[in-house]
């Protein structure tokens, strides 16, 4: 069974930074895709970034240059660094784990909120 952990969100002026961290449980996140997706108020959820297990990384078109993405298979971890927010970017974040068995987990998700 895997569980997912986010932490680091919070309230920030546009134009700043934030890095969020999800903790993974168990022993495939080393072979497991991850993706941060978010979900803004009366908005559908959308899909962020993802990292491959073998550290190929993609981006949304609203977030590449200003978002990272990255892992730390030691640790279990994927990390988002976000920068330049805009208020646009307000939003719960979940992180998601992709098995190599396509079963997919979610986190509970971490706000984050940008003020103009």
């Known amino acids: 069974q895997v569980q997912l952990v986010e932490s680091g969100g919070g309230l920030v002026q546009a134009g700043g930074s934030l890095r969020l961290s999800c903790a993974a449980s168990g022993s495939i996140f080393s072979i497991s895709n991850m993706a941060w997706y978010r979900q803004a108020p009366r908005k559908q959820r959308e899909w962020v970034a993802t990292?491959?297990?073998?550290?190929?990384?993609l981006y949304a078109d609203s977030v590449k240059g200003r978002f990272t993405i990255s892992r730390d298979n030691a640790k279990n971890t994927v990390y988002l660094q976000m920068g330049s927010l805009k208020p646009e970017d307000t939003a719960v974040y979940y992180c998601t784990l992709r098995a190599p068995n396509h079963s997919d987990y979610w986190g509970p998700g971490t706000q984050v909120t940008v003020s103009s």
């Open positions: 990292i491959t297990s073998s550290i190929n990384t």
